[in-house]
């Protein structure tokens, strides 16, 4: 019997003794897979779909940091990547950077090993919080509600038993034959919880779990690239994620938590195929643009153009490997068509692409 009061070691294990063959769920399945087929696709016709990673996962990183409190907006945290020093960057802004970073390390891993493991997610928490890092030690850890201070949950208790939760979800997350009559989109859902639930870590767990969901995307081929994210539609439904997280765990009620997930994919799918189309007209736009104007435009100043939607004279002269002198130039010729804006800082210059910051902030 689950008490939210005691640590809750008895955590069932994965797979969940529970039939998902429900026919609501399994055509929202059927519409969230769809979904994501034409976000790869549409991710696909792009030149170089790689450079949206940074700027999306950004953008990705706001919002799971909002679910946690961490708050600044989509604009700060793209400025804060380019124009300041880490000694500049206010703790929020550090937060949001932390998750991008680790998000490209757990993207690094899965490509190299073709698999993720605990030492993985330990990896990608220590990224998040690189003074709360590891395994948690402290017994008495609760969750509680930041409106009625009472305990909600107690995790699981003792590094052996915790340890023991995640070699079994490991296992999950991994064996994509054992389990092959789950779709795995389901199983993103099941295992979502189940991460949530073990609470392996002081600190990090909600962004880590939601890294680690999103690479699972990859893992299965849903996905090329980690560009569909959920923590918008987490954040602007956060009331509901909560309730249905607890309602797995006092009541059983998977099938609700998971069709919450999936209506989260679909959602997040279509928005973001839209944006990656929006991003692709304007693309062509600056093509045409360029070509009209008789400006400099090669493949690899337009990817530079779409790392980021505020730049500078140093960092693109390190990104496309020129002198300071040509980068200026560039900038120049790119102001003048109207392409780029910019506004002082310190003793320089910062350049930024108010369109492009438009689509990343919704």
């Not at 092959?180 to 600190?203: C, G, K, T």
């Not at 002269?317 to 910019?342: C, M, P, W």
Request: hydrophobic share 35%; glycine share 4%.
């Amino acid at each position: 019997m689950f008490n939210r009061d005691i640590p809750y070691n008895q955590l069932p294990l994965l797979p969940p003794d529970f039939n998902f063959d429900d026919v609501a769920l399994l055509k929202l399945v059927n519409k969230a897979n769809n979904s994501l087929f034409e976000l790869k696709g549409m991710a696909n016709v792009l030149p170089n779909s790689g450079i949206l990673v940074s700027p999306l996962s950004i953008r990705e990183a706001v919002a799971s940091s909002g679910i946690e409190n961490i708050n600044t907006t989509v604009a700060e945290a793209l400025k804060a990547d380019v124009v300041y020093k880490k000694s500049e960057l206010s703790g929020a802004e550090k937060e949001i950077l932390r998750y991008r970073d680790a998000l490209r390390e757990g993207y690094k891993m899965l490509k190299r090993d073709e698999f993720l493991n605990t030492n993985s997610f330990i990896e990608i928490q220590s990224v998040l919080e690189p003074n709360k890092k590891g395994i948690r030690k402290i017994p008495g850890v609760a969750i509680r509600s930041s409106k009625t201070g009472e305990t909600i949950y107690t995790p699981p208790e003792g590094q052996d038993v915790i340890l023991n939760k995640l070699k079994n979800f490991e296992d999950y997350f991994n064996d994509q034959t054992k389990f092959d009559d789950i779709d795995p989109l389901v199983r993103m859902a099941v295992m979502h919880y189940q991460f949530e639930s073990i609470h392996p870590f002081l600190d990090g767990n909600g962004r880590t779990g939601r890294i680690v969901m999103i690479l699972y995307l990859v893992l299965t081929s849903r996905l090329e690239l980690p560009i569909l994210f959920l923590s918008k539609y987490i954040l602007e439904n956060r009331d509901e994620y909560y309730k249905k997280l607890r309602g797995v765990t006092e009541n059983e009620e998977w099938r609700d938590w998971v069709f919450y997930i999936l209506q989260g994919v679909d959602t997040q799918a279509q928005e973001t195929r839209k944006n990656i189309l929006q991003i692709k007209k304007l693309m062509e736009e600056y093509k045409k643009i360029s070509q009209k104007d008789g400006i400099h435009m090669t493949s690899h100043i337009l990817d530079y153009l779409f790392s980021n939607p505020f730049y500078s004279q140093k960092k693109m002269a390190e990104s496309l490997k020129v002198h300071r002198n040509t980068a200026a130039k560039y900038f120049h010729e790119l102001e003048k068509t109207g392409i780029i804006q910019k506004f002082k800082y310190k003793q320089g210059y910062i350049y930024y692409n108010q369109k492009f910051l438009n689509i990343l902030s919704y």
